[in-house]
T-cell receptor, first 116, second 115 residues
């Protein structure tokens, strides 16, 4: 089954304790992205990657890191989480290639993060 | 910078009536427009997209959307609403120009279909 998986689905942590949220897709997609969803703000893009070793900042990258060492994986790293990073996080992937920006994205189920 | 506006946080419609969820956008260049739906405790699911060609786009579950370049709008429509259509809808825009290869979402519209 074609899917995007995220782990963990729920996480409660304390300020300053480094954490990683994993994202994996089995569709051989070039493009992957991380979003955070907050009430009234919709989804805001954190980082995206157009292929292995190619990443770029989205609209709200502060406090986050990403890496793309393999095509299927795109982990999100919070080196020193703070309470304002409490949010619902989504990973997504899509084809890129010749179609460029025309392809729809496939989303993971989300990770609900609480930082106290 | 590109942006998307969904002017209505909440839309209520009676079952069987037509529904419209509004979306307007602002981009430099030709837009690629998308509608996604989000069911509770799940990720977003793709509904339909406009890339080029016919301004009326048909998608999943009987939904369609009309692209209007002069009004910079991409409203989502369905001729006859179902109670099961009640959920959160997001409009999104993407454009290929320079480094603007991001997908920008609107703030979402909660659709409630009343039985």
């Amino acid at each position: 089954e074609a899917q995007v998986t995220q782990n963990p689905r729920y996480l409660i942590t304390v300020t300053g304790k480094k954490l990683t949220v994993t994202c994996s897709q089995n569709m051989n997609h070039e493009y992957m992205s991380w979003y955070r969803q907050d009430p009234g703000l919709g989804l805001r893009q954190i980082y995206y990657s157009m292929n292995v070793e190619v990443t770029d900042k989205g609209d709200v990258p502060e406090g986050y890191k990403v890496s793309r060492k393999e095509k299927r994986n795109f982990p999100l790293i919070l080196e020193s989480p703070s309470p304002n990073q409490t949010s619902l996080y989504f990973c997504a992937s899509s084809l890129y290639g010749q179609g460029g920006n025309t392809y729809e994205q496939y989303f993971g189920p989300g990770t609900r993060l609480t930082v106290t | 910078a590109q942006s998307v506006a969904q002017p209505e946080d909440q839309v209520n419609v009676a079952e069987g009536n037509p529904l419209t969820v509004k979306c307007t956008y602002s981009v430099s260049g030709n837009p690629y427009l998308f509608w996604y739906v989000q069911y509770p405790n799940r990720g977003l699911q793709f509904l339909l997209k406009y890339i080029t060609g016919d301004n009326l786009v048909k998608g999943s579950y009987g939904f369609e959307a009309e692209f209007n370049k002069s009004q910079t709008s991409f409203h989502l429509k369905k001729p006859s609403a179902l109670v099961s259509d009640s959920t959160l809808y997001f409009c999104a825009v993407r454009v290929l120009s320079g480094s603007a290869r991001q997908l920008t979402f609107g703030s979402g519209t909660q659709l409630t279909v009343l039985p």
